[in-house]
């Protein structure tokens, strides 16, 4: 790979220190470990899972730091504990979790945020018959969920209908170790113990190719799609361990188009991929680093950027979509990194002189707006993400419009949450009544 640095506007990219007062601070983290990024994130909040019973997470609003309660409100409707949750790509008000306990739950969240526990899913999701470790929404089909079973199948859900569209069992025969869709959700891929990524047809359930051995290390493989350049990104180890990703075209998959070494440490790394920039991060477990890079689907295809370097060692890392960023101060991407008790912003900026809007490094990017159906989906519709603007004296409109559609499959399970919760607290008003007759006292 060359070492040369070609003409680029995100070439001085940098990521500001996260302020102490800018953190999330007394988390009482969950224990359970897995291939898992620990947390997620939406343009409004984030989510992690924390220790106790019933898999309790809690969703915390990006814009309101500081000490977290110790009585934090939490979703709490398993059984076991929580593996993976996900939010809605296009509705920032719904949650998806996987269980230790087999099921995939789906929840409501309350505008503004939680203020009490939630313990009455929207949807429960059942078929798996070990534990769900792994869960990943279709990026352009409405209400389409994929999740991973730790018998090493995939299934794919309506979470709308409530009922299963498909199911991949016979494929692989070793944990699977990460999931990703393609850009148009056409496809997906996983990565296996076996070492060698599948790459599935999403709507027949059938394996299309196989990349055999893709790294030889022995430990865990994550992947990622590039955007619209159709480019799969792994990233694994050595036989060495040492650490190392490469790029590779998925109609020839005889090789890969890159190989990339970066350094000798144990952590596995998380990759993210910006489809607006073409910029990939790298963030490692058990160390404080981020790296960058931009690719591009001509030869070389890597060009390194630069890093973040941290003594803080990271937990997880999740992405914040586009639409949750500073676009007026040129934030150019945030990562939510999870330490061991807390969450840090890492917050990425093009450094511009201008205070004005700059379209050049802000694309038109993902929307609220599915761009079809799962009906529509599963009878062989393709089509890119809609995209907007993002610019804030353009989007407001757009935006406003895009969320009141998507409130309706929210406020309908949500009232019939709240009624089961009015008849939960009836029946204890009524059974207080009770007693209090049966001590002789009036109510």
Wanted: glycine share 6%.
């Amino acid at each position: 790979m060359s070492s040369f640095v070609r003409s680029s506007k995100f070439r001085h990219v940098f990521c500001d220190p996260p302020r102490v007062d800018a953190q999330f601070t007394n988390l009482r983290l969950s224990t359970v470990t897995g291939e898992q990024n620990y947390i997620k994130a939406n343009p409004k909040y984030f989510a992690v899972a924390l220790s106790g019973g019933g898999g309790p997470i809690t969703v915390i609003n990006l814009d309101k730091p500081g000490r977290m309660l110790t009585d934090q409100p939490v979703i709490s409707g398993h059984s076991a504990a929580v593996l993976d949750f996900e939010f809605n790509p296009f509705n920032d008000q719904i949650i998806a979790t996987g269980s230790e306990d087999t099921t995939v739950k789906v929840w409501g969240i309350p505008e503004g945020g939680l203020t009490a526990n939630i313990t009455t899913p929207l949807v429960d999701l059942t078929g798996h018959s070990r534990k769900v470790t792994l869960l990943r929404f279709h990026p352009t089909a409405e209400n389409v969920l994929a999740s991973v079973g730790g018998e090493n199948t995939v299934k794919l859900w309506d979470i709308q209908k409530g009922v299963e569209i498909n199911s991949l069992s016979s494929a692989h025969d070793q944990l699977i170790q990460d999931i990703v869709w393609d850009y148009t959700g056409t496809e997906y891929a996983t990565s296996c113990k076996d070492k060698n990524i599948r790459i599935i047809d999403a709507r027949s359930a059938a394996v299309s190719s196989t990349i055999e051995q893709a790294h030889e290390g022995a430990k865990s493989m994550k992947l990622t799609y590039a955007g619209t350049t159709g480019k799969l990104i792994s990233v694994g180890f050595t036989r060495q361990s040492q650490r190392q990703f490469k790029i590779w075209d998925p109609r020839n998959t005889a090789k890969e188009l890159e190989k990339v070494d970066i350094d000798q440490a144990a952590g596995v790394i998380m990759p993210f991929y910006d489809a607006d920039t073409n910029l990939l991060y790298l963030a490692g477990k058990g160390d404080g680093n981020v790296r960058y890079y931009e690719i591009s689907s001509e030869a070389p295809h890597v060009y390194p950027l630069s890093d973040f370097r941290s003594s803080v060692s990271a937990k997880g890392m999740a992405w914040v979509p586009k639409r949750g960023l500073d676009v007026m101060a040129c934030e150019s991407a945030r990562l939510m990194k999870l330490t061991t008790n807390s969450v840090e912003p890492l917050s990425f900026f093009v450094p511009r002189k201008s205070d004005s809007f700059q379209d050049d490094i802000y694309p038109d990017t993902a929307s609220y707006t599915a761009a079809h159906t799962a009906d529509e989906w599963l009878a062989g519709s393709d089509k890119p993400p809609v995209l907007m603007s993002l610019n804030p004296a353009l989007r407001g409109s757009a935006v406003a419009a895009s969320v009141s559609e998507k409130k309706v499959f929210v406020a309908a399970k949500t009232a019939a949450q709240l009624q089961i919760e009015l008849d939960q607290a009836n029946a204890r008003i009524k059974d207080l009544e009770a007693r209090l007759a049966a001590a002789g006292l009036e109510a």
